[in-house]
């Protein structure tokens, strides 16, 4: 089945569901991309800083070559990692992500993080701003070496701050989101700004420890929650599944990651079935809310997108 696409600004489409790609490790990432191809995928989303760019361009460079699939049925998102956030380092960082990729152009290219710092991450650089970091991204869109551009991480009052300076405005958004923590807040001025929003972590990160009142402990997973369970147990579905079509019926585009090959048929596997307005609200109400990736590498910087949270 085909999948569903939001319009960018650029009037490029941007599918609704794709692969995620963070902690796929080289040896296993190939496979993963493979299945996903062969499963109907067409956007893959990756980053310099997963380290895995370089296998998952000698698969697109296969199945491009091999007349499989044609490089415009594709949709690649890769990002400027924060070692690199000096507007005069984002051109030759996106053009040693395109080389690793073996392309001429991503479709996305997005500013990992807001928070600059050294190249070797040892210390924060408290005096480049996101509007900086902005000017460089502009730049890859006009030579064409990206054909949209977006941010991924930020706050709304950063995403705001760039609107109001930005020569090209941005594109797409990628941040975590499911239904223990909804991004309603940061997509409601997305969609002022006609900005598309990308979910990262839509099953909530299974397995994923923090931090209570001194102790590490597993955090409650969408995956086990009872609504979710009945819903699923409906349409004779999983509950990562409906997880992900809850995502997609918002409008948002959605990035689970897998490099199991039945669990990455599995997320594709959404497309046959739909979630009546009920089911949606009910989904829309989970009681429990949680950022789970908290940024404490940004902390004590002036462009911490989190700083308000740290403070309640």
């Given amino acids: 089945m085909t999948v569903p696409t939001t319009t960018l600004p650029t009037g490029a489409k941007l599918p609704l569901l794709g692969l995620g790609t963070w902690l796929s490790k080289p040896d296993e990432v190939k496979n993963a ?28 460079q296969e199945y491009i070559c091999s007349g499989k699939i044609k490089r415009e049925e594709l949709f690649i998102t890769t990002k400027l990692f924060c070692s690199h956030n000096r507007p005069e380092e984002v051109e030759a960082e996106m053009r040693d992500s395109l080389g690793r990729l073996k392309l ?45 551009i977006g941010v991924s991480n930020f706050s709304i009052e950063q995403v705001e701050r760039i609107q109001k300076v930005a020569k090209v405005p941005i594109h797409n958004i990628q941040v975590e989101c499911h239904i223990y923590f ?32 001194g102790k590490w402990e597993l955090s409650p997973s969408p995956l086990e929650d009872d609504t ?34 039945k669990r990455i048929k599995e997320n594709f596997d959404v497309l046959d079935f739909e979630l ?28 911490d997108p989190y700083k308000l949270e740290r403070k309640q």
């Avoid at 009910?282 to 940004?298: E, I, M, P, T, W």
């Fill in 33 to 60: 991309v493979r299945e996903a191809l062969d499963a109907g995928y067409r956007y893959i989303d990756t980053a310099f800083i997963y380290k895995n760019e370089s296998e998952i361009g000698d698969v697109l």
């Fill in 182 to 213: 909804p991004q309603f807040d940061l997509h409601d001025v997305c969609k002022k700004h006609n900005i598309s929003f990308t979910a990262y972590a839509p099953l909530g990160s299974p397995g994923r420890l923090q931090q209570t009142a």
């Fill in 228 to 261: 979710v369970k009945s819903i699923a147990e409906k349409h004779g579905k999983t509950p990562a599944q409906v997880l992900i079509r809850h995502l997609i019926q918002r409008g948002l585009s959605v990035i689970p990651k897998s490099v199991n090959e």
């Fill in 276 to 303: 009546n307005e009920e089911e949606i609200s009910k989904l829309n109400s989970a009681k429990h809310c949680q950022r789970l990736f908290v940024g404490d590498l940004f902390k004590g910087h002036y462009e």
């Fill in 104 to 148: 001429d152009y991503v479709d996305l290219y997005l500013i990992h993080g807001p928070v600059p710092f050294e190249h070797d991450m040892s210390a924060q650089l408290p005096d480049v701003r996101v509007e900086d970091t902005w000017r460089g991204m502009e730049g890859v869109f006009e030579k064409g070496l990206a054909k949209a």
